[in-house]
């Protein structure tokens, strides 16, 4: 596609609940990131992927939290068991590859968890 | 783990004005740095990319520099316009993959 996409834009769960966030990158990208945005915070890294491995997951807050990308094109994130301070806009980027470029950043899944 | 702070948080000028944003890292063994805009509830736009060999960019009324050996970048903005109101993020990567993200300067260009 022309950008990274991501749905949905906004997904309100309560306590407890499973939730995946999906992102579709820019078509022909090979390398994909998630990262975490909370109020007046600037994103913070969870996940890397190249291809279809996890090269990075240094950033995932604990076991709750887990992506896949299967195919290598389309990821999801999931959190399972979901808290109150997950709430937060869940941000994907995709580049190229791995490499020296630069990122492009979906709009964001705005999480809120009542 | 690298840091990366914004100076000012905050800021707000008349149309019209030359500014600047900055940006400073503690790690200086950076690979890149990229500045973003983003607009409230939106996503996150990519401005300029400096590579760790470069000094500095431009585009249009923007230009970043770069200044690895004191960790500093800054983004001037020229002939500043209602339209630029936003936060500005600058971001840094080092030899791994991820970005390291400041908490951002919300400008505010007042008509």
């Known amino acids: 596609g022309a950008g990274v996409s991501q749905t949905p834009s906004n997904k309100v769960t309560e306590k407890g609940k499973y939730v995946e966030l999906r992102c579709d990158p820019i078509s022909g990208h090979t390398a994909l990131y998630w990262y975490r945005q909370s109020l007046g915070q600037g994103p913070e890294f969870l996940i890397y992927?190249?291809?279809?491995?996890?090269?990075?997951d240094s950033g995932l807050p604990n076991d709750r939290f887990f992506a896949v990308r299967p195919e290598g094109s389309v990821s999801t994130l999931k959190i399972q068991r979901t808290e109150r301070g997950d709430s937060a806009v869940y941000l994907c980027a995709s580049s190229p590859t791995g490499g020296g470029g630069g990122y492009t950043f979906g709009s964001g899944t705005r999480l809120t968890v009542v | 783990k690298q840091e990366v702070t914004q100076i000012p948080a905050a800021l707000s000028v008349p149309e019209g004005e030359n500014l600047v944003l900055n940006c400073s890292f503690t790690d200086s063994a950076i690979y890149n740095l990229q500045w973003f805009r983003q607009d409230p509830g939106k996503g996150l736009t990519s401005l300029l990319l400096?590579?760790?060999?470069?000094r500095e960019q431009t585009s249009g009324r923007l230009n970043a520099s770069l200044d690895k050996s004191s960790g500093r970048s800054t983004l001037y903005i020229a002939a500043s316009q209602p339209g630029d109101s936003a936060t500005y993020l600058c971001?840094?990567?080092?030899?791994?993959?991820?970005?390291?993200f400041g908490t951002g300067t919300s400008l505010t260009v007042i008509p």
């Open positions: 971001a840094v990567r080092r030899a791994g993959n991820q970005f390291y």
């Open positions: 992927f190249q291809g279809t491995g996890a090269a990075d």
């Open positions: 400096i590579q760790s060999s470069q």
